[in-house]
């Protein structure tokens, strides 16, 4: 059935509504006049006369009816129809994938329509969509040049290879490298997974009571091939007998991005430290380096998916640690901020609840 003739129903069906509710009123005041004309004055009525009456009646009833129908469908011209046409084609332009409708308020329309409170919500319920499919469009050009380096890398040495003529350190040297991309393919792909995990909370933290401290000083060990490598030189601080009750594996992961950046972008003879301290009821771990540093509008957006404010190192990296840590730290119920200047490096600072008599609380 087309949209007029639904249309057309409708009206019917409202005209035939008011007819009946007009003639049901009229009805009962007519009945109620003449009976008490008759029990009161005593004026008796002809044949003709109530005949006439009726045809009267009927003909008012038909004309209000109709009126009604008629100032009932001019109202709902401009209080419903006007902002539902509106809405409609709004809900169309997001379904085609334009993000960008928005409903403009009508004049005249009170919160007692509640057609304000619906345009209202459509319009913050588009801006998320828009913020969510620039998100999703961001997260997927980046994903597809992360992939695009290391894949590059892969198929240039694995061509390299084939050559009969090579050497053998040649040989060892290709593979190596074609065996550190595949790593950092592989590390992409895993923190990609993670983040994703964490971001619909399809991974659950499992607090347990543990020493802080010693989970440090485990995950700074994992490192000590690296700052030897470079001779970087490590000073630690770390209080003893700091327990907080959080999660240790989802911790960890803040740990070992904070001392991987901090071992990258220090330069060789540089200094990384690592502290922990107590704070009242929060333990406050500081990881600092003396690296490049980061500039303030770096720091704004440092733990942004993908973002690398220091593109000299991108091929050390893909730009999702920081992500993981911040998100890592939502969860957990922490807090991590950075303070930093360029040249003189920068200093990562995480605050969580500590475990005092079983009372854990949360960082602001």
Not at 1 to 15: D, G, N, T
Not at 191 to 220: F, H, S, T, V
Not at 243 to 264: C, P, R, Y
Request: with cysteine.
């Amino acid at each position: 059935m087309s949209r007029e003739k639904k249309r057309l129903l409708a009206a019917i069906r409202r005209y035939v509504v008011f007819f009946l509710l007009i003639a049901f009123v009229i009805s009962c005041c007519m009945l109620l006049f003449l009976h008490t004309m008759q029990t009161s004055v005593g004026i008796t009525f002809t044949e003709k006369g109530i005949r006439t009456a009726a045809i009267l009646t009927m003909g008012n009833v038909l004309l209000l009816s109709l009126l009604c129908t008629v100032i009932d469908a001019v109202r709902r011209k401009f209080t419903v129809e006007r902002p539902v046409r509106r809405i409609v084609q709004g809900a169309e332009k997001l379904m085609r994938g334009d993000f960008s409708a928005r409903i403009e308020p009508l004049p005249g329309i009170t919160g007692e329509d509640g057609f304000d409170i619906i345009i209202d919500c459509f319009n913050r319920m588009a801006q998320e969509l828009s913020g969510v499919e620039t998100l999703r469009t961001d997260f997927i050009a980046n994903v597809s040049h992360e992939l695009k380096t290391p894949l590059a890398v892969l198929q240039n040495y694995g061509t390299m290879l084939q050559n009969p003529d090579l050497t053998e350190a040649q040989r060892i040297e290709y593979a190596k490298a074609i065996a550190e991309q595949s790593r950092r393919l592989a590390d992409l792909i895993t923190n990609i997974l993670k983040l994703n995990r964490l971001e619909n909370q399809q991974i659950y933290p499992i607090p347990k009571r543990y020493d802080l401290g010693e989970q440090l000083a485990a995950c700074l060990l994992d490192f000590e091939s690296t700052w030897e490598k470079k001779g970087i030189d490590i000073e630690t601080d770390i209080e003893e007998d700091v327990f907080v009750e959080s999660d240790g594996e989802l911790l960890s992961l803040v740990w070992n991005n904070l001392f991987s950046n901090a071992l990258k972008f220090t330069e060789p003879g540089g200094t990384v430290s690592v502290t922990l301290k107590t704070e009242g009821d929060l333990a406050t771990v500081k990881v600092s380096d003396t690296g490049c540093g980061i500039s303030p509008e770096t720091g704004r957006h440092i733990f942004e998916k993908f973002y690398q404010g220091d593109t000299s190192h991108a091929t050390q990296g893909n730009g999702l640690g920081l992500a993981l840590v911040k998100r890592v730290a939502d969860i957990v119920g922490g807090d991590i901020s950075v303070e930093s200047e360029v040249g003189k490096g920068s200093t990562f600072t995480v605050k969580i609840g500590r475990a005092v008599d079983g009372d854990v609380p949360k960082a602001p």
